[in-house]
């Protein structure tokens, strides 16, 4: 007979003592206790324990049986493939007879034990799991048909794919029947799970579903104006994931619907509410949109207007009453992280993969409709946003047909005394922007003056959004006489940009930035007052600020260029720039974004815009830069060599370093060559290239690859090394690192052609015998680049070698021919060398043969000799 597992008492004791300290407020306490627990995973029976103080320690209080459960979970998920069958069985048994616990949290957390052994085991390896809690769903005690419930919407959510791909069992046949039967039952909990369970089939389309659909709208409708707002919300997203993938079965009832989510998007629960607003922004992608919500928009414009403005809750959570906090630092979790992408090289095109979406400094992207984006406490997406999205994707739709309407509201909302109407008047009129601009252009002479004087008022979440909505009509300004609207707009955001409050800035910065992409070279008179803010905003910004102000100013040597390289604009920029990366340590986090601005503008224009006027900065950009690759791989050396001293260091600041190197090379081309030479950046691009990060290899190859093309000299004499290392990262699992590879074998390769072609130019009676060897390859490689000079001086030396040795190219003749055609225009003096070799060759093998010969070309190639030289 098997013998149940009993715990021991002085284990079980343990265990609980550890559970209560890691409650603990004290941070070293619950660092001991970590630990303490990391040590027990090596015990297989731990699991047990923590299971048992879960399910069977009724004596101990719930958030430490629940604590004990989410420990559990956490090794399951950690640990799953090593744990014993017999552990594993345990846990599995424990949890199916603990599903209906008298308590709530209980339950709810021996549901996600059961997502989680369920997802990390597979739903196969545990067969009997679904039946047993189908079953229990007809259970006459209301715990055990809840806690079933939970455990299956967790399973449902997570391992939809799964249940809908099982055609051997086909468990969907059994379960959404199932879940149907429980939409009107008595508990609004139940209809809640089971709505929500079967909404986790709909995207999927799943088969199961599709066959039930009639009878799911049947049941949808019966609950839809249910009272628990967790039901209505269930039922609101439901019917919007449908119009999705189901439209046909929506169209007979649509002008219900569209009432029905009318009234849901004013709900008394803003979950509800959000979740019924979503409805539009999907509407609007459908054909059909015109036709069917014509009619309603009288109605649905008000509403989503209404939905706009900010609640009380948002207002305090975004400290609206602040006026002003420029001078408070930023809290840690106020930053988001910056993700950093490796530069990435197309092959033979060499462009860097470095879009403005990328790098998070597109102006359109209007998930920021209110300048609040990432405020740590705010929900990102709120029905404001929601509202304010949907009625912009709406005007898209139905473009100046929307005005009649909207024209009435803005009126008494712009001007209205309450502050917050006025925003959300505001906000509207931001968001119509796209879609409704020829029927605003009447109204723009009188709506931006007032706009421009709202950026005076005193609520700074007013001016906030009027940054954003006047950036919306930048287009517009910049299209009118100056005086009138584009230098009264500028003057008062370079006011905004130094405000008192840190969002206005941030909303003034961004704002900035999208004039200066529209307005271009008409920037250029007012350069200096431009600069002169945005220098003295370096003194007053916060670190997140910061990196908005970077981005603004790289925007504008992008859009004015070389109108930059004057000295007084230079010295205005350069020095508060070099001062702030100069007294900033090697290890400080605010190095980063600093680093990445100089990559991104030395890439996006920077070093173009100010050319010769960048260079005396370049030095100790570059300095820094190939000190902080040395100093990231020194403390990995001494990671490695002793794990338990000294820490893993942070690679994204080598990453970002060789990035911008990278930049530099390519944004100073020769000029680089000094600094090159006085660096032992050859020495650490080869340790970087064998570094184990894929993301580390990536920008070392880009690096690489640059450096051939600025000084291929101080490349040559460590080819040798190189060449092995990327050609085992020519792997296309990772397909950054190899395309980066590829690319830089590709650059490595036309310089050595080069170099072979000079050197046939200089002394062609060495070179020339061992013609036949390398006149293929060199003619591959030099097809692929542009006329330039060096590919000029590579052809002279070819053309040389040929004429000394003619029969090392007979049998790669095709090859030459070739490579001649992809000139565009050759110098005179060289073409008439082309014409020689062709006509002699011709002349040589006869006109029979020569025909013979011709035929192989493809049609292209006998074109552009015929064209090129008469052939």
């Known amino acids: 007979m098997k013998m149940e597992w009993t715990p021991q008492e002085d284990g079980l004791r343990e265990i609980l003592t550890l559970l209560r300290e890691s409650q603990s407020p004290d941070t070293a306490t619950q660092r001991a206790v970590q630990q303490k627990l990391e040590e027990l995973n090596k015990y297989p029976d731990f699991n047990n324990y923590l299971m048992f103080v879960l399910t069977k320690l009724t004596t101990e209080d719930e958030p430490t049986r629940s604590l004990s459960g989410l420990i559990l979970k956490n090794n399951v998920k950690t640990h799953y493939s090593n744990l014993l069958p017999s552990v594993t069985n345990f846990i599995k048994t424990e949890c199916l007879q603990a599903v209906g616990d008298p308590s709530p949290l209980i339950r709810a957390t021996v549901g996600i034990l059961i997502t989680t052994v369920a997802s990390k085991g597979d739903l196969s390896t545990w067969p009997e799991l679904l039946p047993a809690l189908c079953n229990m769903l007809d259970s006459t005690d209301y715990n055990i048909c809840e806690g079933a419930f939970g455990a299956l919407q967790k399973i449902c959510e997570d391992s939809a794919e799964a249940l809908d791909a099982d055609t051997t069992n086909r468990p969907l046949d059994i379960l959404i029947p199932k879940f149907l039967q429980f939409f009107n039952h008595s508990s609004s909990k139940i209809r809640s799970y089971a709505i929500g369970c079967v909404n986790q089939f709909i995207i999927q389309r799943s088969q199961a579903l599709m066959y039930h659909i009639d009878s799911f709208l049947q049941n949808l409708f019966l609950v839809a104006t249910d009272d628990d707002a967790e039901v209505r919300k269930n039922v609101c997203r439901a019917l919007v994931m449908l119009l999705e993938v189901r439209m046909d079965r929506l169209i007979p009832h649509i002008d219900n619907i569209i009432e029905y989510m009318l009234v849901r998007t004013q709900d008394a629960d803003e979950s509800v509410a959000l979740e019924a607003c979503e409805f539009w922004l999907s509407l609007a992608e459908q054909p059909i949109c015109r036709s069917v919500l014509g009619t309603h928009l009288n109605r649905l414009v008000p509403v989503l207007v209404r939905g706009m403005k900010y609640s009380e809750i948002d207002i305090i959570l975004l400290k609206g009453d602040v006026e002003e906090d420029d001078n408070v630092p930023d809290k840690e979790e106020d930053i988001r992280p910056r993700f950093h992408k490796s530069k990435t090289h197309t092959i033979k095109t060499s462009i860097s993969n470095t879009n403005s979406a990328e790098n998070g400094t597109d102006k359109e992207d209007d998930d920021d409709f209110d300048g609040d984006d990432d405020d740590g406490s705010l929900s990102d997406w709120n029905l404001r946003k929601c509202s304010a999205a949907a009625l912009d994707v709406l005007a898209n739709v139905f473009r100046d047909d929307l005005l009649p309407i909207l024209i009435p509201i803005l009126k008494e909302t712009l001007f209205h005394q309450d502050w917050d109407i006025k925003e959300s008047g505001i906000l509207a ?443």
């Open 429 to 871: 009129l931001g968001a119509i922007a796209e879609g409704c601009m020829s029927g605003m252009i009447n109204h723009l002479p009188e709506l931006i003056p007032y706009l421009i004087n709202c950026l005076n008022d005193k609520k700074a979440l007013v001016r906030a959004i009027t940054c954003w909505t006047l950036s919306r009509y930048s287009h517009w300004v910049v299209s009118q006489p100056h005086d009138s609207y584009l230098k009264p707009l500028m003057t008062e955001l370079l006011k905004r940009i130094l405000d008192g409050n840190k969002r206005v800035q941030e909303a003034a910065c961004s704002a900035f930035a999208t004039l200066e992409e529209e307005a271009c070279t008409e920037l250029v008179p007012y350069l200096g007052f431009i600069l002169e803010t945005l220098v003295f905003a370096f003194s007053k910004y916060q670190h997140k600020n910061l990196l908005i102000l970077y981005d603004a100013i790289g925007t504008l040597a992008d859009s004015v260029g070389s109108h930059l390289n004057k000295p007084d604009f230079i010295n205005l920029l350069m020095p508060p720039l070099i001062h702030k990366w100069n007294i900033l340590k090697d290890e400080d986090k605010d190095l980063f974004p600093l680093l990445e601005w100089f990559f991104f503008s030395v890439y996006r224009g920077v070093a173009t815009a100010l050319q010769s006027g960048f260079l005396p900065y370049c030095e100790p950009v570059y300095c820094r830069c190939v000190s902080l690759v040395h100093h990231t791989l020194c403390l990995h050396m001494a990671n490695i060599q002793n794990p338990d001293q000294c820490e893993a260091p942070d690679k994204d600041f080598m990453i970002v370093a060789l990035d911008l190197l990278s930049g530099l090379a390519e944004g100073l081309n020769g000029h680089i060559e000094k600094l090159v030479e006085n660096s032992n950046i050859m020495q650490l691009l080869h340790l970087c290239m064998q570094d184990s990060m894929p993301e580390v290899r990536q920008s070392s190859f880009a690096l690489l690859g640059d450096l051939t093309k600025a000084c291929f000299q101080h490349v040559q004499p460590h080819i040798s090394n190189f060449l092995p290392i990327l050609g085992l990262n020519l792997n296309p699992e990772y397909i950054s690192v190899c395309n980066n590879a590829t690319w830089a074998i590709g650059e490595i390769s036309i310089k050595l052609a080069i170099t072979i072609g000079r050197l046939g130019y200089v002394c062609p009676h060495d070179v020339a015998p061992m013609l036949h060897q390398f006149v293929r390859q060199w003619c591959i490689s030099l097809r692929n680049i542009r006329d330039n000079e060096e590919k000029d001086s590579a052809f002279r030396g070819m053309c040389q070698m040929i004429q000394v040795n003619p029969a090392g190219v007979v049998s790669d003749f095709i090859f030459f021919c070739d490579a001649v055609a992809s000139w565009i225009t050759p110098k005179d003096d060289l073409k008439e060398v082309f014409i020689k070799i062709l006509h002699s060759f011709k002349t040589q093998v006869g006109e029979e043969n020569w025909k013979r010969f011709s035929d192989q070309f493809p049609p292209q190639l006998n074109e552009r000799l015929s064209q090129l030289y008469g052939i």
